[in-house]
Nanobody, 121 residues
Framework: QVQLVESGGGLVQPGGSLRLSCVAS????????MGWYRRSPGKERELVAN???????NYIEAVKGRFTISRDYATNRAYLQMNSLNTDDTAVYYC???????????????WGQGTQVTVSS
């Protein structure tokens, strides 16, 4: 099993910035992908950004140029730097990992519990 714990959410004014962090723990053999999803009120959960073990980056169009995902491979951490936030970014943000841990026959998807990001004046 892999445990994912997020931190860094909160309340911020439009135009402001926040940095989300996620740390993965457990007996982990390999993390293929780490990423961030979000669920806004009344909407389905959507991918925001992810980063592969090879360093490939993927962003949804709505956050390109404003959000930056990064990863510390040595400590199994992922970060999401969010700049120029607007009210549409208000959501619960979830850390996600596709990883193979002790006991997994194949890589599995793991989720954190989420951290609330509220953009409001």
């Amino acid at each position: 099993q892999v445990q994912l714990v997020e931190s860094g959410g909160g309340l911020v004014q439009p135009g402001g910035s926040l940095r989300l962090s996620c740390v993965a723990s457990g007996i982990i053999f390999r993390i293929n992908v780490m990423g961030w999803y979000r669920r806004s009120p009344g909407k389905e959960r959507e991918l925001v950004a992810n980063i592969t073990s090879g360093g490939s980056l993927n962003y949804i169009e709505a956050v390109k140029g404003r959000f930056t995902i990064s990863r510390d491979y040595a400590t199994n951490r992922a970060y999401l730097q969010m700049n120029s936030l607007n009210t549409d970014d208000t959501a619960v943000y979830y850390c996600n990992a596709v990883a193979k841990a002790y006991g997994d026959l194949l890589p599995q998807q793991y989720w954190g519990q989420g951290t609330q990001v509220t953009v409001s004046s």
